[in-house]
């Protein structure tokens, strides 16, 4: 949307799995991953490397546009990530949304949610912890 914050590309393992952007969501990016062949894990269910690196994908693009909002910019290093899985990611399209929980000057606390046909039942849910660095340059 042309009103909402651009933020860096996707990162090229997001791509090899064809992770997008699906839309916005109050001010905060939803990324998507339809399943393909890349995401297949058992068959006709994701992989859960797949699920966490959508997971992933999502916590940093939301941490991005509230960046962004804010005027700022950072290099972002993980410092961990738990992802928790819940329920298994059958063979169609899976969602996630990630909310910043709080934002300090070095480091961010995030929660992301991913979801496919029903997002009132979560497949998978992440708790990361980021450091902000400063650019170089």
């Known amino acids: 949307m042309a009103d909402q914050p651009e933020f860096e590309a996707l990162t090229p393992y997001a791509r090899s799995l064809g992770i997008a952007m699906e839309g916005w969501e109050d001010g905060v ?3 998507r991953v339809d399943f393909v062949e890349a995401v297949e894990g058992r068959p006709e269910h994701f992989h859960g490397g797949a699920t966490g690196g959508l997971l992933e994908t999502a916590g940093y693009a939301a941490l991005r546009a509230e960046l962004v909002e ?5 290099v972002l290093k993980p410092i961990n990530i738990t992802v928790q899985y819940l329920a298994a990611g059958k063979s169609q399209p899976s969602f996630a949304k990630g909310r910043v929980t709080k ?9 992301v949610e991913a979801w496919q046909d029903d997002r009132s039942r979560p497949i998978a ?3 990361m912890n980021v450091l902000m660095g400063e650019p170089e340059g």
């Open 103 to 111: 934002l300090g000057r070095r480091s961010a606390n995030l929660t």
């Open 29 to 31: 990016p939803i990324m």
């Open 70 to 74: 804010r005027d700022r910019q950072a």
């Open 125 to 127: 849910t992440a708790v």
